[in-house]
């Protein structure tokens, strides 16, 4: 259900922290699913301004067997660099356990919103909600998503404002040359041993640049599926910050494309995703990525996966440097009283400087004068895994922007069952 009622942002101020007010929570004790739940405020992807920027508010609950956990986070009156500013917004995730109920719960609430100060005006949001939940009882598993936004006012310049009708789930509201809103896309995904929820308070796509931002949303899942590992990581093309060469500013660029690692694995089937071209603002070109994930319980106290990243090829300096076959692995296994974890797979077909043959120096590091420093087959030893990156190309043109070609990141802990 939508409210009529119209509420306004409030002006602009500073970034700050906000603590939500919250009930003391019971001490976290075991459960027989995997439960993950996670949320944020505002997220953009894509276009010209900028090319993505990280999740405000983010709250997340990562795979775990634990019941009463419970986790906020916030921010007050926060800039969207190049886009508007955003009024109070709060995350809240939890996982909860009252009989035999198992919950995992995702909750946004954003108090507005203005977007998109161009001289077709400005877009201003009201109060905009959304609530992801999933449970199993009794009678197995069960959902309830919901989305809610309080008002749509778009003001002309030197013109009054006018209010927007909100849009019907599906429908799109267009202002031609200016912005596209869609409203409370929500996804349910109920398979025999899990479920997946998700709600979006609203897409807000920004037509000038091309520019999606993604408003309130909340997502939680559980499974049955895990016997005795609890897997996490994912694998990527690329993730980094770069310099945008349309107003020297520095971006960042999300995991793209990104495949995660389910909690209770994949099931012994390699998944993946993949893109056919990555657009850089910088002195960097990137071909095709793809992002492939693996997982499987073997038994009691066993289980195998891995993750794997990896770019098709790199071109530095307009051809001073050409790296093909950029693969990054990651593999953990775990057996009774032991982990093993590493790299194998990590690769690179061929390194090409000036259009002659390169091998990679021992050191693991290649300096271009003037253009680049290139790390290769950059390790991280996490709990219960390995972070691999097949190569991390720190731009010296002063700004210092780091860019991460071929991402793994594999976890697999013991479940506290």
């Known amino acids: 259900m939508v409210s009529s009622v119209i509420l306004l942002p409030a002006g602009p101020g500073h970034a700050a922290p906000v603590v939500p007010d919250q009930a003391a929570a019971a001490a976290p004790r075991p459960t027989n699913f995997?439960?993950?739940?996670?949320?944020?405020?505002?997220?953009?992807?894509?276009?010209?301004?900028?090319?993505?920027?990280?999740?405000?508010?983010?709250?997340?609950?990562?795979?775990?067997?634990?019941?009463?956990?419970?986790?906020?986070?916030?921010?007050?009156?926060?800039?969207?660099?190049?886009?508007?500013?955003?009024?109070?917004?709060?995350t809240r995730v939890k996982t909860i356990k009252r009989g035999p109920r198992v919950t995992s719960v995702s909750h946004h609430a954003?108090?507005?919103?203005?977007?998109?100060?161009?001289?077709?005006?400005?877009?201003?949001?009201?109060a905009v909600e959304s609530t992801a939940r999933v449970w199993h009882n009794a009678t197995g598993f069960h959902s309830a998503v919901h989305t809610n936004v309080a008002g749509i006012v778009l003001t002309p310049p030197g013109g009054e404002p006018e209010v927007i009708a909100i849009p019907s789930p599906g429908e799109p509201v267009e202002i031609p040359g200016l912005l596209r809103?869609?409203?409370?896309?929500?996804?349910?995904?109920?398979?025999?041993?899990?479920?997946?929820?998700?709600?979006?308070?609203?897409?807000?796509?920004?037509?000038?640049?091309?520019?999606?931002?993604?408003?309130?949303?909340?997502?939680?899942?559980?499974?049955?599926?895990?016997?005795?590992?609890?897997?996490?990581?994912?694998?990527?093309?690329?993730?980094?910050?770069?310099l945008n060469v349309e107003d020297d500013t520095i971006v960042t660029i999300g995991r793209t494309p990104t495949k995660p690692l389910p909690c209770e694995g994949t099931g012994g089937v390699v998944k993946q995703t993949k893109t056919v071209d990555i657009n850089v603002p910088s002195a960097v070109s990137v071909g095709a990525a793809q992002a492939k994930v693996f997982g499987v319980q073997a038994g009691r106290r066993r289980a195998r996966a891995w993750t794997q990243g990896s770019i098709a090829e790199v071109n530095l300096g307009g051809g001073q440097l050409v790296i093909e076959g950029i693969v990054a692995r990651a593999n953990v296994i775990r057996r009774p009283g032991k982990l093993v974890r590493n790299s194998n797979g990590t690769k690179f077909v061929s390194i090409t400087a000036d259009g002659?043959?390169?091998?990679?120096?021992?050191?693991?590091?290649?300096?271009?004068?003037?253009?680049?420093?290139?790390?290769?087959?950059?390790?991280?030893?996490?709990?219960?895994?390995?972070?691999?990156?097949?190569?991390?190309?720190?731009?010296?043109?002063?700004?210092?922007?780091?860019?991460?070609?071929?991402?793994?990141?594999?976890?697999?802990k013991k479940a506290i069952l």
């Open 34 to 90: 995997g439960l993950h739940a996670m949320g944020y405020g505002t997220l953009i992807k894509g276009g010209d301004i900028p090319v993505s920027s990280g999740a405000t508010g983010f709250a997340h609950i990562a795979c775990t067997t634990l019941a009463g956990l419970d986790r906020s986070n916030g921010l007050a009156n926060v800039d969207l660099p190049g886009l508007g500013e955003i009024d109070t917004l709060t």
């Open 110 to 126: 954003l108090a507005g919103i203005t977007l998109v100060e161009t001289e077709l005006g400005s877009l201003s949001l009201g």
């Open 181 to 242: 809103i869609t409203l409370g896309e929500t996804k349910v995904d109920k398979r025999a041993h899990s479920i997946f929820a998700r709600a979006q308070g609203l897409l807000v796509e920004i037509l000038p640049t091309n520019t999606k931002v993604k408003v309130a949303l909340s997502r939680a899942r559980m499974t049955d599926d895990v016997i005795n590992s609890l897997m996490s990581g994912y694998a990527a093309g690329l993730k980094g910050k770069v």
């Open 356 to 412: 002659e043959p390169h091998e990679i120096p021992d050191s693991g590091t290649l300096e271009i004068p003037g253009l680049a420093k290139l790390e290769f087959g950059v390790e991280t030893l996490i709990r219960g895994g390995i972070e691999v990156i097949a190569l991390r190309i720190t731009l010296l043109d002063g700004v210092g922007a780091v860019i991460d070609l071929g991402v793994a990141r594999t976890q697999v």
